[in-house]
C-alpha cells in the first residue's frame, strides 16, 4: 500500500488522508454507524459499513457491492493479503476465504481455542485478520471478560496456537507483516501497541 495514503473509520465516517495521516478528509457517500476497512493496496480495498461489503479497485473513486460469503453471520473483521487473495471473519467465528478479491468466497473452517473449544461472542470491528501467506496467519479478537486473545495459525487454519494480551475491551488493528497490534480500548480509552516477541 502507498504509504502516502491512508484510510481510517470515525465518529466523522469514513476518511482518507494522502499524506501519511498529516491530514485527514471525510468521503463522501461511505456513512455508517459500524465500519471495517482493508486494503491491499493504495488502490484495492474493501470496506464493510453497516454489515454490508463492498469493494474499490479505483483507490476509492467509486465502489461496488461484494456479496457476503454463503451462510455468513454478521461480519467481524476482514483483511486483504494482496489484490485477490482475502480473509472475511463473521462473528459466528467462521473463517472465510477468497482468490478472486471476494467475488467467491470458501470456508477454511472455523475459530477454535487451543483447547478445541469453538470461539463464541464476536462482535464486528472488535477482531483482527492477518495472513501473511497462505498458511501463517493470526486473528486477534475481544471477548469481553476473557481479554484479547490471539489465535496463530501455521498450517492454514487448521491448527492454532493462543496467547492471551492482558488488555480489556479494545479494538484490535493488525500490521501488515504482523508484528505489531494496536488497541484502542474502550472503556478508558487509550491506544496501546504491542509488539510480537514470539519465534
Known amino acids: 500500500m502507498d ?13 482518507v488522508s494522502t499524506d501519511s495521516g498529516q491530514t485527514w478528509q471525510r468521503v463522501e457517500g461511505l456513512v455508517g454507524s459500524s465500519c471495517i476497512l482493508a486494503f491491499a493496496d493504495a488502490e484495492t480495498g474493501w470496506i464493510v459499513l453497516d454489515g454490508e461489503l463492498k469493494a474499490t479497485t479505483v483507490g476509492g473513486t467509486t465502489w461496488e457491492d461484494l456479496a457476503l460469503p454463503e451462510d455468513a453471520s454478521e461480519v467481524a473483521a476482514i483483511s486483504r493479503r494482496t489484490v485477490e487473495d482475502g480473509y472475511l471473519l463473521d462473528t459466528d467465528s467462521g473463517l472465510h476465504v477468497t482468490q478472486d478479491g471476494g467475488k467467491t468466497w470458501s470456508l477454511m473452517g472455523t475459530l477454535k481455542r487451543e483447547d478445541g473449544s469453538a470461539v463464541t461472542g464476536l462482535l464486528p470491528a472488535q477482531a483482527a485478520v492477518r ?17 484479547m486473545t490471539v489465535l496463530r495459525t501455521r498450517d492454514g487454519g487448521q491448527t492454532w496456537k493462543e496467547e492471551s494480551l492482558s488488555i480489556d475491551w479494545a479494538a484490535p488493528y493488525l500490521s501488515r507483516d504482523g508484528m505489531f497490534v494496536t488497541l484502542v480500548t474502550v472503556m478508558d480509552p487509550e491506544i496501546v501497541v504491542l509488539q510480537y516477541q514470539g519465534e
Open 131 to 147: 495472513f501473511l501467506d497462505a498458511d501463517h496467519g493470526m486473528v486477534v479478537f475481544d471477548l469481553g471478560k476473557s481479554g
Open 3 to 15: 504509504v502516502q495514503t491512508a484510510w481510517g473509520c470515525g465518529g466523522r465516517g469514513v476518511e
